[in-house]
C-alpha cells in the first residue's frame, strides 16, 4: 500500500512538486549551517536550490503541470529559501534590519493576496527580475571567496532587490 502511494506521488506530473518540497526541505541544513557559520557550504545549498527553483518551473510548464499545490507551495519555499539567509545577514549587519523588515512586510502583503484569489495571483514579471537580483545577491554574499568585490556586488543586486520589491508590491496593490 506504501509503495503505491509513493509510486502515484512520484509520477511525472507530480515531479515539480517533489523537487519544490525537495527545495523547502534544504532550508533545514542552510539554517544549522548559518548557525554554525560554515558558509561555503550555504552557498554551495544556495545554487542548488536555485537550481531546483529553476527545473521545478521549467518541468511544471513543459509537463503543463500547473497544480494548485504547486500554486501555494513554490512561492513559499522561493520566500523561505531567501528570507532565512537574509535574516542572518541582517542579524549580523550585512543588510539593514529595516530594509529586511520591509520585505518581510512585502511578502506577507503578497502572500496575503495570494490567498484571497482563486488562480493565487501569479508572479508579475517584475516580483520575478526582484527574485533574481534576492537570489543573485545571496549567491555573491556567501561566495567563498571572500572578497570585498564580491560583497559589494551582493550588496548592489540587494538594493536593486529591494527597489523592485517595493515596486512590485505597488504594481500588485493596483492589480488587487
Known amino acids: 500500500m506504501k509503495i503505491l502511494l509513493i509510486k502515484k506521488f512520484l509520477n511525472t506530473k ?10 523547502i526541505l534544504l532550508i533545514f541544513p542552510i539554517i544549522i549551517l548559518l548557525e554554525i557559520n560554515n558558509l ?22 513543459r509537463l503543463n503541470n500547473k497544480s494548485t499545490l504547486g500554486a501555494i507551495i513554490d512561492p513559499l519555499a522561493d520566500k523561505i529559501f ?14 539593514p534590519f ?9 511578502e506577507l502583503v503578497i502572500s496575503s493576496f495570494r490567498v484571497m484569489k482563486k488562480n493565487g495571483l501569479p508572479a508579475i514579471k517584475i516580483a520575478k527580475y526582484k527574485s533574481l ?19 559589494n556586488l551582493g550588496l548592489t543586486f540587494y538594493w536593486i532587490g529591494f527597489v523592485l ?3 512590485s508590491l505597488i504594481k500588485y496593490l493596483r492589480l488587487k
Open 165 to 167: 520589491c517595493i515596486y
Open 133 to 151: 537580483s534576492q537570489f543573485i545577491s545571496l549567491i555573491f554574499f556567501f561566495n567563498p571567496f571572500k572578497n570585498v568585490f564580491y560583497i
Open 40 to 61: 561555503e557550504i550555504v552557498w554551495l545549498l544556495l545554487i542548488i536550490g536555485g537550481i531546483t527553483d529553476f527545473l521545478d518551473g521549467f518541468l511544471a510548464k
Open 98 to 106: 529595516w530594509s529586511f523588515a520591509i520585505i518581510i512586510f512585502r
Open 82 to 95: 531567501i528570507l532565512i539567509p537574509f535574516a542572518w545577514l541582517s542579524i549580523y549587519q550585512v543588510i
Open 14 to 23: 507530480n515531479i515539480p512538486n517533489v523537487i519544490t518540497f525537495a527545495r
